[in-house]
């Protein structure tokens, strides 16, 4: 069965400090652990040793307001430039800084610790809001990580613009943009295309992007709270989760693992074949 063009590369975005916001790309190199620089630093709860993840917002309810960017392009080498982490209230410090675990207690008003290397097992809380359609409601529960990294469960998040257009058609209120879900990657389907592609007829099935970038869609992201939390000026919003456990059983985008890695760029036309 030949390969079968499904669109092409929309936007690219990496998130060097987990859960914090991220910055988007024109191109970026691809390895076995997803993106180059995405989600390799993180913050502890110094009390718990558990990772901080907006996943649970009683517990940190202001991660999305920090933003995290590289200081320089990434260059082909595993080595990282330091990441320049912006406040809430503007002011900036680096990944090097030997003030940081101070300077992010006190802005999030909780000890915690500054990791430059993922554990071997690392967990994070995760608020199930009370909504129906879940898997379990109104409680926290404490979800394993893949070891050593500070992924929550695939390497690489993906969205098409197929599955955003159809959630705005269900609850048109609501702002489903790209960033209340934080992908790596937006698919631009075209216009035709309807539904939940990657989360049905791509599942299990290599997305082939540009001339070097192989993937394999290992199944739907199941979303959690975070997707209604405020960021910048998305108000937060309930509804987003609601329609989409209502509708597609709280899925919005698909995981996926490297099978071949190399430079994905903005504009790459993306192809689907057989597993």
Not at 29 to 39: E, L, M, N, S, Y
Not at 82 to 101: M, N, Q, W, Y
Not at 126 to 145: C, F, P, Q
Not at 258 to 270: E, K, N, Y
């Amino acid at each position: 069965m030949s390969a079968t063009n499904i669109g092409s590369v929309a936007s690219l975005h990496r998130y060097p400090v987990k859960s914090m916001m991220g910055e988007e790309l024109n191109a970026t190199r691809v390895g076995t652990k997803g993106f180059h620089g995405d989600r390799v630093f993180a913050l502890a709860d110094v009390e718990t040793g558990k990772i901080a993840s907006a996943k649970n917002p009683s517990k940190w309810p202001t991660l999305f307001s920090f933003r995290a960017a590289f200081t320089e392009p990434l260059n082909g080498s595993d080595s990282l430039p330091p990441a320049l982490i912006t406040f809430p209230d503007g002011s900036t410090i680096t990944t090097e800084d030997k003030d940081i675990a101070t300077r992010l207690s006190f802005n999030l008003g909780k000890p915690v610790r500054f990791l430059k290397s993922a554990p071997a097992a690392g967990t994070l809380e995760e608020y199930w809001a009370d909504i129906d359609g879940l898997a379990r409601r109104d409680v926290v529960t404490d979800e394993a990580m893949p070891a050593e990294t500070f992924f929550d469960l695939g390497m690489i998040h993906l969205l098409t613009t197929a599955t955003l257009d159809s959630y705005r058609a269900l609850y048109p209120e609501g702002r489903f943009e790209p960033r209340r879900f934080r992908p790596n990657l937006v698919i631009e389907t075209p216009s035709g295309v309807k539904g939940f592609p990657e989360n049905d007829e791509w599942n299990e099935k290599i997305l082939a992007i540009g001339s070097e970038v192989k993937l394999k869609i290992t199944g739907p992201c199941g979303r959690c709270v975070m997707t209604t939390l405020p960021q910048g000026d998305l108000p937060k919003d309930v509804g987003i989760l609601k329609t989409a456990a209502k509708h597609n059983e709280a899925r919005v985008g698909a995981y996926a693992s490297v099978l071949q890695g190399g430079v994905v760029r903005r504009g790459d036309a993306a192809r689907i074949e057989p597993a």
